[in-house]
């Protein structure tokens, strides 16, 4: 078995869920509420998607860094587009990208702003799978090389970032939007002062999503590696950040660091039928 993804899916509400490839079977786990033992050991390739069908790989490559080998990141559609400021280095995927319609938004993580863009159609998704407080469109743009220039332009202008890590995330679960609202506001004015395109701005707050009134305490972040394990009630999560509670102290679990990961042993069960190890 092996962690080949993690994703948030809204079903009434928005919820995280692991994804696991096993003897050709693909299945979605959900999280909240479910009592987790989960060992791993190495990290493997995930494979390539060529339109909406993931491929295998199929060399079983296993990885130091990284989800996905060299080989299957030619084959991958979409796996450079993650890196385009602007200037096309996956010609493959062009066409497509060029009639897609993308949102410019500025996320907010406690003090920290960021800008990005999302496809029209993931936008509350993009949101919410990368732990956004609050969520702010402000400009609507055809063709996705032209909304990375303008988001480079937008990132030098205004000195924000264009990408917020796993490890800064952790260290900044219990953000407050108030501690950014103010830039949020100055940096729409200086769009505008400076004559960029933009919509009727759509503010959102997000934090609702992640249960984090169950976290009563600051959490301790897990170390994933070979050998991991990560064990505990899965009580909130923030994006990516996984939070676990296990006999009265709270650990948070970067789900990116689990994702490629081979599984020594893998167990999600409802509380009620959990038992209690102590691993840490």
């Known amino acids: 078995m092996q962690i080949t993804g993690y994703k948030w899916k809204s079903n009434g509400s928005w919820s995280p869920s692991l994804i696991t490839y096993d003897n050709g079977k693909t299945e979605f786990h959900p999280l909240f509420d479910k009592y987790i033992k989960i060992k791993v050991g190495e990290k493997g390739c995930v494979g390539y998607f060529t339109g ?8 079983s490559k296993i990885l130091v860094k990284g989800t996905i080998c060299d080989s299957c990141k030619e084959l991958d559609q979409y796996y ?5 400021t602007g200037i096309c280095i996956n010609e493959k995927n062009r066409d497509n990208c060029k009639e897609s319609v ?4 500025f996320t907010t993580f406690n003090s920290l702003l ?3 863009i ?4 993931r936008f509350f998704e993009r949101m919410i799978e990368q732990g956004a407080e609050l969520g702010v469109k402000f400009s609507k743009i055809k063709d996705g090389k032209e909304v990375r220039i303008i988001e480079q332009k937008i990132k030098k202008l205004l000195i924000c970032e264009d990408r917020v890590y796993g490890d800064i995330k952790e260290r900044n679960i219990f ?4 501690n950014v609202i103010i830039k949020v506001k100055d940096a729409l004015k200086t769009l505008k002062e400076n004559n960029y395109t933009m919509i009727n701005t759509e503010i959102y707050d997000f ?11 600051e959490p301790r972040s897990v170390t994933i590696d070979t050998g991991t394990t990560v064990e505990g009630k899965v009580i909130a999560a923030k994006g990516n950040i996984i939070i676990l509670e296990k006999d009265g102290e709270f650990y948070t679990a970067n789900s990116h660091k689990l994702n490629s990961r081979n599984v020594i042993e893998f167990s999600i069960k409802g509380i009620e039928d959990a038992k209690i190890h102590n691993t840490y």
């Open 114 to 116: 960021k800008v990005g």
């Open 102 to 105: 993308f949102y410019m938004y």
């Open 118 to 121: 999302s496809q029209e159609h």
């Open 80 to 84: 450079k587009c993650i890196e385009c």
């Open 207 to 217: 934090r609702k999503y992640y249960r984090l009134n169950k976290v009563k305490k």
């Open 52 to 59: 909406s069908k993931k491929t295998q790989c199929p060399n």
């Open 175 to 178: 953000g407050d939007p108030n």
